[in-house]
Every structure is written in structure tokens, then in C-alpha cells.
């Protein structure tokens, strides 16, 4: 007679009741082995950049079809956001013999604008997850045509802070970030080339609103311009109209996280304790601490993309001064913001194509600090001279470097960050960013009003972009060379979670397949049969 351990076929009640827990083992080992595999796939297509895996399981990112029109909506929202910023320097001369302000009190308008665009992140976070990135594009545009239209009936330099630039810069960060971040979920294998196509948008509001910009003002003046500036703007609501989501639309609604109802929670808690457990889940859910804090790629970036945006945008915002307090007609000043956008245009495709070639495959972050520092560098030619040839060409090198910059920016963080984190970590990233966008404006201000000189200003701005361009270069070669080391002693690298979900999962697996083997009254696989 053959048995396996003596168990099969035994009347033994012990026997039973043994066998009975070790098919519940079993079978919660085996649950386990589910949910671990599970995650497992879902890290590992996140950064191996399978399409149903990133887009959360649901819907495969197309890679085309749809995704096109979503992408030229986002270009056409990028450029009425982004670029938009840089066309306030036209009116700048106004706005200072409007209100009788100093250049630092002047700056602080396009200032406001630009920090609360980023800062804005977290609350757009919170929108997205409520409403999803089609209504909140929408909500955006509103809230920027208002803000503009409203800017042309203030009264002082105050409320021109409040209108142009809280109001119309949380209006750009609500149309912004949702249209890059669904880009992102409708291109997966061509990511690379999306979002560089898509940072034209940037150059085309570079090239024509500086034109329409100036056009106004001769026509309409000011406070004109600001209010047919605000009917362009809701444009934006047109471009988010077309941005439909992905996922089933039962999914936009659920709620942020699982907790109680409100009511009952405050009960049992108090108000006080239920607000601030609220306020730190959505802070976790909305804004990647975790990432900073473990992800030292993550740290490394948003550390340096904070130094760079303190003087990143300051050209741009003080080119046009530069060029008219020197001579130069305003029509032909403008004339430069549109060289610069047509260069971005021109290059961009090009780059696009270039940077999706298997071979920039993980040297993306190397080519961006490249472009950085290039990008600082270019900065001194505005010491040479203002005139026109001289800023023509600045500004030329200073479009290169921008549209290397503008194409990677969020295709490396994308490389760095799984894309279901991706949301929160550009939260995160622009709340930082915006504290050296605000200040970045009003410090050169000040050193304008004490030197009275620009070229200082430009001089300052080499100086930190150079130095940021240089930081992640540096930083980033000591990672990957940490990292290939750990990995030629056997170590799994810090970085890779990937990797050690699969080495969790496939112990959990084999835990499961004896304990499952056990249950079904069979021995391990290690072990032989026994004959009685």
C-alpha cells in the first residue's frame, strides 16, 4: 500500500483538522502570491512602460489615434499658459507709469503669475482626482479669461497682484498640469516624442503672443490688451474639451481616500483631529513626500530644477526692458521674443524625433543638465552689447537650450517616477519651483534699482542656471555609478523596486506552491515520496 506521508486516506481526526489549517494556509498563501504578483506587474509595468499597466489596468494607452488630437490641444494649452508670462514684459514700461511702481514692484506681477501657476499643483491634484483632467483644463480656462479681464479694471499695482496674478495664474496651473499629465497616460511607448511635441506649445506662445501682444498695445493700450487677452485665454476650455479620459468614468469619482464619513468620524474624534487627518492624507495622496524622502533621483532633480527656475524665466521677463531702455523700438524688442519662439518651433520636432532613438534611452537626464548649462552660459551674450544683431543671436542660443530643456523636462521625470506617482511628484516639484519662480523676478528687480543696469541681471542668471546644469550632471553620475557598483557586487540597487517586488514575489511563490502542495496532501517539491 502507497501513500504520501500517511496522510491521504487516514480516519485520523487530528489528522483532519492538521490538514484542514493547511489548506487554509494554503490558500491565504495563495491569495498572498495573487496580490503580490499583482503589484509586482504593476510596478514593473510602470517602468517598463507597459500601456496597461501605466493607464492603471483599465484602458491601454492608444499611442496614436485620439492621443493626437489630445496633443495638439496640449500644445495649444501650453502655449496660452506657458508662454504667456514672457508677453508681460511689453507692457511692462506701461504698467510701471501706470501706477508710478518700481521695476522690483513691477516684476512681482509676471512674478505672482508664474509661482502660483506651479504652486498651484497640489490643489490641481485634488481637482483631477474629483473631476478629472477634461473639467479641471476647463475650471482653468475660466479662471484665467476672468482673471485677465479683470486685470484691466484695477485701479492699483495691488490689485493687479490679485487679478493677473493669483487669479490668472491658478487658471494656467488648472489647465496645465492636467493636459500634461494626460499626455502622459495616452503615450507610453512614444512618450518621449509626445511630450517634446508637445513643449512647442511653449515656442508657439513665444512666437505669436509677443506679435499679438504688441499689436494690442499699439491699438487698444493696456488695460485693452488685458481684456481681449482674457477671451484668448478661454480658449483653453475649447482645448480641454477634447482631453477625454482613458479610464471608465465611474473611476474620476471616487473619492481620494478610504476613510469614514465625515460626520460619524467626527463624533467619535473630534472636528479639530478629523480636519487635520484629512489634510495629512491628502497631503500624502497629492504630494510625493515619499518620493523625496526615498527616491534620491527624485531629490536630486527637484532640488535642481529649484535653483534652475530662480533664474530660468528672469530673461525673458526683462529682455524686452533690456532691449527699449537702450534705444531699440518696442516693435522691434518684441521682435525677439518671436525669434525665440520660431527658433523653438523650428528645433523642437527635430528633437523630438532625435531624443525617442533607443539611444538616448536613460541619457536623457545627462542631455538635459548639458542643455542647462549651455543654457546659463548663453546668458553672458547680453554683456557683449543691446544691439539688435548681438540679441538676435542670444537669443537664438538661448532658444537651442530651451527647446532641449523644454523637450525633457517631464520625460525625465517620468523616467525617474513611476507614472501613477507622476501626478504628485510634479505637485510636489512645482510647489518647490514656485518659491525661486516668486523671488527669482523681484530680486533682479532690486538689483535693476540699485545698479541701474540690466546686463547684471543676465550675468546673475548664468550664473545659477549654469550651476544647476552642472549640480544634476554631477549628482546623477554619482548615482549611476553608485548603482553599478552595488549592482556588480550582487546588490540590488536602491533605487530599483521593481526589481525587489519580483525577488518578494517569487519567495512568496514558492512559499506558496509548499504550503499549497502541503494542503493537497502532497510533500514539498523537495522532498520524495515515502513507501510504506
Known amino acids: 500500500m502507497t501513500q504520501r506521508n500517511g496522510i491521504r486516506g ?278 510625493a513626500f515619499d518620493q523625496l524622502l526615498h527616491n534620491k533621483r527624485y531629490c536630486v532633480f527637484a532640488i535642481g530644477i529649484t535653483v534652475m527656475m530662480l533664474g530660468f524665466v528672469v530673461p525673458l521677463i526683462y529682455l524686452v526692458p533690456y532691449a527699449t531702455a537702450h534705444g531699440m523700438e518696442p516693435g522691434r524688442a518684441a521682435l525677439l521674443l518671436s525669434i525665440l519662439g520660431i527658433v523653438n518651433i523650428v528645433v523642437r520636432p527635430p528633437f523630438a524625433i532625435m531624443f525617442n532613438l533607443p539611444w538616448f534611452k536613460g541619457r536623457h537626464i545627462y542631455v538635459f543638465a548639458s542643455a542647462l548649462l549651455f543654457n546659463g552660459l548663453s546668458n553672458c551674450i547680453c554683456c557683449i552689447g543691446a544691439g539688435f544683431p548681438v540679441l538676435v543671436g542670444y537669443v537664438v542660443m538661448y532658444g537651442l537650450s530651451m527647446s532641449v530643456v523644454g523637450s525633457l523636462m517631464f520625460t525625465v521625470l517620468m523616467d525617474i517616477v513611476a507614472m501613477s506617482r507622476f501626478p504628485s511628484a510634479l505637485g510636489l516639484l512645482a510647489v518647490m519651483e514656485s518659491v525661486t519662480l516668486l523671488i527669482g523676478p523681484p530680486l533682479a528687480g532690486i538689483l535693476v534699482d540699485r545698479t541701474r543696469e540690466y546686463f547684471y541681471v543676465f550675468i546673475a542668471c548664468s550664473a545659477v542656471v549654469a550651476f544647476s546644469g552642472v549640480f544634476l550632471m554631477l549628482s546623477f553620475f554619482w548615482l549611476d555609478k553608485k548603482e553599478s557598483k552595488a549592482s556588480k557586487q550582487g546588490q540590488l540597487p536602491a533605487q530599483s523596486e521593481p526589481l525587489k517586488a519580483a525577488a518578494e514575489y517569487s519567495s512568496l511563490s514558492q512559499e506558496g506552491d509548499k504550503a499549497s502542495a502541503w494542503g493537497r496532501g502532497a510533500p514539498p517539491a523537495s522532498e520524495p515520496d515515502h513507501v510504506v
Not at 16 to 42: F, I, M, P, Q, Y
Not at 83 to 90: A, E
Not at 174 to 194: D, E
Not at 227 to 235: E, F, K, P, R, S
Request: proline share 5%; glycine share 12%; with cysteine.
Open 10 to 287: 487516514s480516519s485520523d481526526p487530528s489528522l483532519h483538522s492538521e490538514t484542514s489549517k493547511a489548506r487554509e494556509l494554503a490558500n491565504g498563501l495563495h491569495h498572498e502570491e495573487e496580490r503580490g504578483a499583482a503589484d509586482c506587474e504593476r510596478r514593473r509595468g510602470s517602468d517598463s512602460g507597459d500601456p496597461a499597466a501605466v493607464t492603471g489596468g483599465a484602458v491601454p494607452a492608444p499611442d496614436g489615434g485620439w492621443g493626437w488630437v489630445v496633443l495638439v490641444a496640449t500644445i495649444l494649452v501650453l502655449a496660452l499658459t506657458l508662454g504667456f508670462p514672457s508677453c508681460v514684459g511689453i507692457f511692462y514700461t506701461d504698467l510701471q507709469n501706470e501706477f508710478h511702481a518700481s521695476n522690483s514692484e513691477t516684476s512681482w506681477v509676471p512674478s505672482i503669475m508664474t509661482s502660483v501657476l506651479h504652486a498651484g499643483g497640489p490643489f490641481c491634484s485634488v481637482l483631477v482626482g474629483k473631476l478629472g483632467c477634461r473639467a479641471t483644463v476647463m475650471l482653468g480656462g475660466v479662471l484665467s479669461g476672468l482673471g485677465m479681464a479683470a486685470s484691466s479694471f484695477t485701479r492699483s499695482i495691488t490689485e493687479l497682484y490679485v487679478t493677473a496674478g493669483v487669479i490668472t495664474g491658478l487658471g494656467f496651473c488648472f489647465s496645465f498640469q492636467p493636459a500634461v499629465t494626460i499626455l502622459g497616460h495616452y503615450f507610453v511607448r512614444r512618450r518621449a516624442f509626445a511630450n517634446a511635441m508637445s513643449s512647442t506649445g511653449t515656442a508657439l506662445g513665444l512666437c505669436t503672443l509677443p506679435f499679438l501682444g504688441n499689436y494690442l498695445h499699439t491699438e487698444f493700450g493696456w488695460r485693452g490688451s488685458f481684456l481681449i487677452l482674457g477671451a484668448v485665454l478661454l480658449n483653453c476650455c475649447v482645448c480641454g474639451a477634447v482631453m477625454r479620459p482613458l479610464q471608465p468614468k465611474r473611476r474620476r469619482g471616487q473619492p481620494l481616500m478610504d476613510h469614514p464619513p465625515l460626520e460619524k468620524e467626527t463624533k467619535q474624534r473630534g472636528w479639530i483631529r478629523t480636519v487635520w487627518r484629512f489634510f495629512v492624507a491628502s497631503l500624502k495622496e497629492h504630494m
